[in-house]
């Protein structure tokens, strides 16, 4: 038999009756550290015992001395003797060891037994006067990334053991929290001869002097202390209810799918600015216009903003074998061969005629055009030089110098846009994006044309007194402006 038994938080106190009767029983005593309170009064009631400390001193990495330690107890059980393991705290409260032993013993059909104890977090929530109903969550320190803190709930972390782990947890709490966030410095909740609690703002947390091995931090539940996506959600909800927008509840998925298109173009010219204030304003419109569908969505009873999320998930583990499976790559190109194959055998193409079919047709035309030339690629129908591109590109100009004049719109849009895809070609060749390429030439011509109009201002005329040819004058004259 293997029981593992809990030394509560540190004051002898909060020892169980039936963890001094464990401790005190037939068998083996392992303790996985003498650095806890109420070690002391163990030594004092003259309970023999080892500890498993010299793991710390000649292990450095925490799994392998976890581990360590689960196959010492094993082995030492294999040998005939009943175990006692005794653990701060809970056995079942922030104890990876414990965690691992029960897996273990579970493996290899080992009886074991957990005797109940008080936590740390039974200590923290009487100091701190805590009711648990109102929620809370306990987060292990080293594990810190992994976590996702939630302002609805007092949250715990525990085992901030120094202040390079207050460092790494500060860092965390600051992706989701202000700075001057307030939150509770807490070391030996429960030992009242030690105890320590007090107030601090978030970004004094590893300046702390005291920080040990019985250091944890409390961040008491705000709802107003800062806003992330269940605000985003209910805030869209609340527009869309009975009593909210006229607007918003007007809203179908056709008649915002345009308001889409024009948000995602505003974070693009926020990238070309350069601004981060910007761009995270669009980025945010974006966010908005997703979670308006969703939202519509799960009104209709078809789908929620879980099943987008979901979604996008799968596609990107499904997408991504070389990181998420086995599967290895070497560059960035291989990376995109797999993509494509992987896509095409989602989605079933037969056929390179059904991968050009599938480029979305709100794209730009542009973009659109440049997609479908690409795909058009792998099956080798592509010009082999830029040099035939552009011999392509004279054809069409003729071709639409023959029909301008003629009374067919029809033919004069047809081989106009012959030309424009031509262009494109080439422009795919040279590995220009033909869409970034038009607009510089657009706002090149709006700054040209704005010199012109200016010029005019100086002369004491306007562009509407203007000749052509005086106009293009001014035209060449900006063209020399901007070489200077």
Same mark, same amino acid.
């Given at each position: 038999m293997i029981k593992v038994v809990g030394l509560g938080p540190g004051a002898k106190e909060a020892l169980t009756l039936g963890t001094i009767e464990a401790l005190k029983g037939e068998g083996k005593v392992y303790i996985r550290t003498e650095k806890h309170p109420t070690v002391d009064y163990l030594k004092e009631i003259g309970l023999n015992f080892e500890t498993f400390d010299y793991l710390y001193e000649t292990i450095?990495?925490?799994?392998?001395?976890?581990?360590?330690? +689960?196959?010492? =107890?094993?082995?030492?059980?294999?040998?005939? %003797?009943?175990? =006692?393991?005794?653990?701060?705290?809970?056995?079942? $409260?922030?104890?990876?060891? /414990?965690?691992?032993? %029960?897996?273990?013993?579970?493996?290899?059909?080992? @009886?074991?037994?957990?005797?109940?104890? /008080?936590?740390?977090?039974?200590? %923290?929530?009487?100091?701190? #006067?805590?009711?648990?109903?109102?929620?809370? #969550? =306990?987060?292990?320190?080293?594990? !810190?990334?992994?976590? $996702?803190?939630?302002?609805?709930?007092?949250?715990? $972390?525990?085992? +901030?053991?120094?202040? *390079?782990?207050?460092?790494?947890? #500060?860092?965390? *709490?600051?992706?989701?929290?202000?700075?001057?966030?307030?939150?509770?410095?807490?070391? @030996?909740?429960?030992? #009242? &001869?030690?105890?320590? !609690?007090?107030?601090?703002? *978030?970004?004094?947390?590893?300046?702390?002097?005291?920080?040990?091995? *019985?250091?944890?931090?409390? =961040?008491? &539940?705000?709802?107003? +202390?800062?806003?992330d996506f269940n605000d985003l959600l209910s805030i869209m909800e609340m527009l869309r209810s009975e009593n909210g927008c006229p607007w918003d509840k007007e809203q179908t998925h056709e008649s915002i799918k345009r308001d889409l298109i024009e948000e995602c173009y505003e974070v693009l010219e926020a990238i070309d600015a350069k601004n981060d204030d910007m761009l995270i304003e669009e980025l945010g419109d974006v966010l908005l216009n997703i979670v308006f569908h969703a939202q519509i969505g799960s009104e209709d009873g078809y789908f929620n903003i879980n099943d987008v999320i979901k979604s996008i998930c799968h596609k990107m583990i499904e997408r991504h074998p070389h990181i998420f499976g086995n599967v290895h790559v070497n560059n960035s190109q291989e990376v995109l061969a797999n993509w494509d194959l992987i896509k095409k055998k989602e989605y079933g193409y037969q056929s390179y005629t059904e991968e050009l079919k599938h480029v979305g047709k709100n794209l730009p035309a542009l973009i659109r055009a440049d997609k479908v030339q690409t795909k058009a690629k792998k099956a080798r129908f592509d010009w082999d030089k830029v040099e035939d591109a552009l011999d392509k590109v004279f054809e069409e100009f003729n071709e639409v110098k023959d029909v301008y004049n003629c009374n067919n719109k029809a033919r004069i849009v047809d081989e106009v846009g012959d030309l424009l895809f031509s262009v494109v070609n080439v422009a795919r060749f040279l590995k220009i994006d033909p869409e970034e390429a038009l607009t510089l030439s657009t706002e090149k011509f709006i700054n040209r044309f704005e010199f012109i109009e200016k010029s005019a201002i100086e002369q004491g005329t306007n562009l509407n007194q203007m000749t052509l040819d005086e106009m293009n004058i001014l035209w060449e004259k900006s063209k020399e402006e901007e070489i200077k």
């Open positions: 450095n990495n925490f799994d392998d001395v976890y581990s360590s330690m +689960v196959n010492a =107890i094993i082995s030492s059980h294999k040998n005939g %003797m009943d175990i =006692i393991y005794a653990v701060p705290g809970h056995p079942l $409260v922030a104890e990876k060891s /414990v965690s691992l032993l %029960m897996k273990k013993c579970k493996e290899e059909e080992i @009886s074991l037994e957990i005797v109940p104890a /008080v936590s740390f977090i039974d200590a %923290m929530m009487e100091s701190l #006067k805590i009711d648990a109903i109102d929620g809370i #969550k =306990i987060i292990d320190a080293f594990d !810190i990334k992994n976590q $996702v803190f939630d302002k609805r709930v007092g949250n715990i $972390v525990t085992q +901030v053991y120094n202040k *390079l782990i207050a460092s790494e947890v #500060k860092l965390a *709490l600051l992706l989701y929290y202000p700075e001057d966030m307030e939150i509770y410095f807490v070391r @030996s909740a429960g030992v #009242k &001869k030690d105890e320590s !609690i007090r107030k601090i703002f *978030l970004y004094e947390l590893d300046r702390q002097d005291d920080i040990d091995y *019985l250091t944890s931090i409390y =961040i008491p &539940k705000n709802i107003e +202390v800062t806003k």
